[in-house]
């Protein structure tokens, strides 16, 4: 799920499929991981997020996977809609110094194809 | 409860010229960001507050200042605009470290600004 320059990764996925977003995180001191939906023309909309001590959260639709070993993080759409079509971007918490500053990755872009 | 607004929406300025972006959050937050975001790329930071009267720089400052003069409204200055800061700028706040310790930023819809 790591952007090059100007080519969103792109994950096509036919409505009422499961999705799966990855995102390669680069810090093993990172203590708060958050995904965001961003639709076209507006900001980043808080999906869920999930602390470091644990591996699986689930929310409405969406579960948010943690794998420490490897430094990854999955974000889990179960029954895609047209409206899930958003471009995805993971965060993690480096700094735990004042600020609780985000690093943001490159995005995935999801198409629902109906 | 309107969440983050920014204002403008869009500005379209030539180089050399000066504006301020605002940021307003009705939702006490303690903390504000600006970032930007250009095309197919993430979100960089720029600069940050902790706190009214408070700002530190973030991960891309340079020709940006801010300041923080009320708790609601954080602005972003341009002072002399530059091509290269054309972009969409995005604001966000969130609840102070420790209340409780971790907590998601809420985000505006953004300013798109051309610098021509």
């Known amino acids: 799920g790591e952007s090059v320059g100007l080519h969103l990764p792109t994950l096509s996925v036919q409505e009422g499929d499961n999705s799966i977003i990855n995102c390669a995180y680069s810090?093993?001191?990172?203590?708060?991981f958050i995904w965001y939906k961003q639709e076209s023309g507006k900001g980043p909309q808080f999906i869920i997020d999930?602390?470091?001590?644990?591996d699986k959260r689930q929310g409405q639709r969406v579960t948010v996977l943690l794998n420490k070993t490897v430094k990854h993080l999955s974000l889990q759409i179960a029954a895609t809609q047209p409206g899930d079509s958003a471009v995805y971007f993971c965060?993690?918490?480096?700094?735990?110094?004042?600020?609780?500053?985000?690093?943001f990755g490159g995005g995935t872009r999801v198409l629902v194809k109906p | 409860n309107a969440g983050v607004t920014q204002t403008p929406k869009f500005r379209v300025l030539k180089t050399g010229q000066s504006m301020t972006l605002l940021c307003a959050q009705d939702?006490?937050?303690?903390?504000m960001y600006w970032y930007r975001q250009d095309p197919g790329m993430g979100l960089r930071l720029i600069h940050y507050?902790?706190?009214?009267?408070?700002?530190a720089k973030g991960e891309v400052p340079d020709g940006y200042n801010v300041s923080r003069l009320k708790k609601q409204n954080f602005l972003l200055g341009l002072e002399s605009a530059a091509p290269s800061q054309t972009s969409v700028y995005f604001c966000?706040?969130?609840?102070?470290?420790?209340?409780?310790?971790?907590?998601?930023?809420?985000f505006g819809d953004g300013t798109r600004l051309s610098i021509l």
């Open positions: 966000a706040s969130k609840p102070a470290q420790g209340a409780p310790s971790h907590q998601p930023q809420h």
């Open positions: 810090n093993s001191a990172s203590d708060y």
């Open positions: 999930i602390r470091s001590n644990m």
């Open positions: 965060a993690e918490n480096r700094d735990k110094a004042a600020g609780n500053k985000l690093t």
């Open positions: 939702m006490n937050h303690e903390y």
């Open positions: 507050s902790v706190g009214e009267g408070t700002t």
